[in-house]
């Protein structure tokens, strides 16, 4: 048996209320005029008595209300109008015809207004239907009935741009995946190209080289476990105290020695060493943050990272002396693949995912970062963990 829809079901149900509300109320309109109309008229007849006790002849009672409360010995013989009878078969006759009647044109009309009502959910169905997942970003048209068509709709979209924001994520998560892994991969390949070419490789020089795979290798364990937390709920990252002046230097370790040439000096204002957070991700996170500062401070430039308590919050400050950020571009600089001003950054090497990545496990960590600029140049990076 097919489904019925839902406006044959509207229709019926209404054609149901409607058939018990005619039937009662036909029944009730035929016992009323048969109690009180027919019964009346049928016993409004001569009543026949016996002779009185004088003898005097017969007593006629014209009407009698109830023939039940007659005097004594006297007894009637109703008189029946068959055109009373006749019209109270045919008041019944055509009541059930009306009734038919009645009750075929309130499913009609049900019908009729089911699907004026239902109207805005068809077109509502037909725009769904044409939506797929390379048209998240199209919205509904939202029908102004101040009902709970409206409030579907509205919900619709709100789901439309959940999706979107997921699709979006995980678009994101594939291209991070791409940019974190590329540098200890084009190490390794380095490495084995070095030895490879080299007819003469000392011994020395293989354990140059090993040492340096090894250190690559490790970091690309540590990328992918990073990047796997990021896929996972957020209930399934695990929170542990982290030693913040112990992370900030071992991420200066690592970072240093790449910009050895451009003698950029490094200092902290550390007053306050614990955060609350995934140690992994926040080292991913402040990597990405200062390595960025590396890249756009020019040559004998600075490096200052401050930390400190402001009531609940732990505020860690990066600032530098680089080349400093567009005003218009500061509000995208958290954007996939966003690089301002383009002319000077295309020297620089990187795909413009840094500062995503950092974002969006800042996020995680239900923290805030900003980002402005110093008016004597350069930039300043704050992020904010709330207690």
């Known amino acids: 048996m097919s489904k019925i829809s839902l406006r044959w079901r509207i229709t019926i149900l209404m054609g149901i209320l409607v058939l018990v509300a005619s039937v009662l109320l036909t029944f009730l309109s035929i016992y009323n005029m048969t109690d009180n109309f027919v019964t009346p008229i049928i016993y409004s007849s001569a009543y026949i008595g016996e002779s009185d006790s004088n003898g005097k002849g017969s007593l006629e009672i014209p009407f009698a209300d109830d023939p039940r409360n007659l005097p004594g010995g006297i007894h009637y013989v109703p008189e029946l109008n068959l055109d009373v009878e006749n019209a109270r078969q045919s008041f019944s006759l055509f009541s059930y015809l009306y009734l038919a009647l009645v009750i075929a044109g309130s499913m009609i009309a049900a019908y009729y207004l089911a699907g004026r009502a239902m109207q805005p959910i068809s ?9 797929d997942g390379k048209s998240l970003s199209k919205r509904l048209s939202i029908p102004q009935t101040k009902d709970e068509i409206e409030n579907l709709s509205r919900s619709f979209n709100e789901l439309f741009e959940r999706l979107e924001r997921d699709f979006e994520k995980e678009k994101r998560f594939s291209a991070n995946a791409a940019h974190e892994l590329k540098t200890p991969l084009a190490t390794i390949m380095t490495s084995a190209q070095v030895l490879k070419l080299s007819d003469h490789t000392t011994a020395e020089e293989y354990r140059e080289n090993l040492d340096i795979t090894l250190q690559s290798v490790r970091r690309l364990s540590n ?7 990021l896929g996972r709920p957020v209930s399934e990252v695990t929170f542990e105290p982290v030693s913040i002046s112990q992370m900030l230097h071992e991420i200066e370790e690592e970072i240093k020695p790449c910009y050895y040439e451009k003698n950029i000096s490094l200092t902290y204002d550390l007053q ?3 955060l609350t957070g995934n140690q992994l991700l926040l080292y991913r996170a402040f990597f990405n943050l200062i390595e960025n500062a590396y890249k756009y401070t020019e040559k004998d430039g600075s490096i200052t990272i401050a930390s400190c308590c402001s009531g609940a919050e732990t505020i860690i400050r990066i600032s530098d002396t680089g080349i400093g950020i567009p005003a218009d571009d500061i509000k995208n600089i958290f954007e996939p693949f966003y690089r301002a001003d383009k002319s000077r950054s295309r020297k620089i090497a990187g795909a413009g995912l840094g500062l995503s ?4 496990i800042f996020d995680l960590h239900k923290a805030t ?3 402005a600029n ?8 704050e992020v904010r963990f709330r207690g």
């Open 272 to 274: 306050t060493d614990v």
């Open 369 to 371: 970062v900003s980002v």
């Open 123 to 131: 077109e509502l169905n037909e725009e769904i239907e044409t939506m």
């Open 357 to 360: 990545i950092a974002k969006e």
């Open 223 to 229: 990328v992918l476990d990073g990047l796997l937390m």
């Open 374 to 381: 110093r008016n004597e140049g350069g930039t300043v990076v």
